[in-house]
């Protein structure tokens, strides 16, 4: 069974940074996308970047572009997100979740396919 381990989130101050990680073991991983999502208080969960595995190729929506930065460490099965110039409408619990398909960016927002794992989340909090 795969589990993914979110870790990183906290209190920041509005255009600053943290990095959130997704760790990922299991026996087999058997996905091809890391996929974060946030879900803010009262807001649907929103996907705002993913790397493929495959090729390692990474996509963002619109509203992180410029700002969040996804990547990866093989060696340690995990998975970065990291997050400058943080704005008070970032605030939400960031979950990482594996697709076992595919992902891609499109519409100003992230695709995917059919989400297979998910994390338990960490709380990321931008104010004052």
């Known amino acids: 069974q795969v589990q993914l381990v979110e870790s990183g989130g906290g209190l920041v101050q509005p255009g600053g940074s943290l990095r959130l990680s997704c760790a990922a073991s299991?026996?087999?991983?058997?996905?091809?996308?890391i996929v974060w999502f946030r879900q803010a208080p009262g807001k649907q969960r929103e996907g705002v970047s993913c790397i493929r595995l495959s090729d390692s190729n990474t996509f963002y929506a619109n509203s992180v572009k410029g700002r969040f930065t996804i990547s990866r460490d093989n060696a340690k099965n995990t998975v970065y997100l990291q997050m400058n110039s943080l704005r008070p409408e970032d605030t939400a619990v960031y979950y990482c979740?594996?697709?076992?398909?595919?992902?891609?960016?499109?519409?100003?927002?992230?695709?995917?396919?059919?989400?297979?794992?998910w994390g338990k989340g960490t709380p990321v909090t931008v104010s004052p």
């Open positions: 979740a594996a697709d076992e398909i595919d992902c891609y960016s499109d519409y100003g927002g992230i695709i995917y396919y059919n989400i297979k794992h």
């Open positions: 299991g026996v087999t991983l058997d996905f091809s996308a």
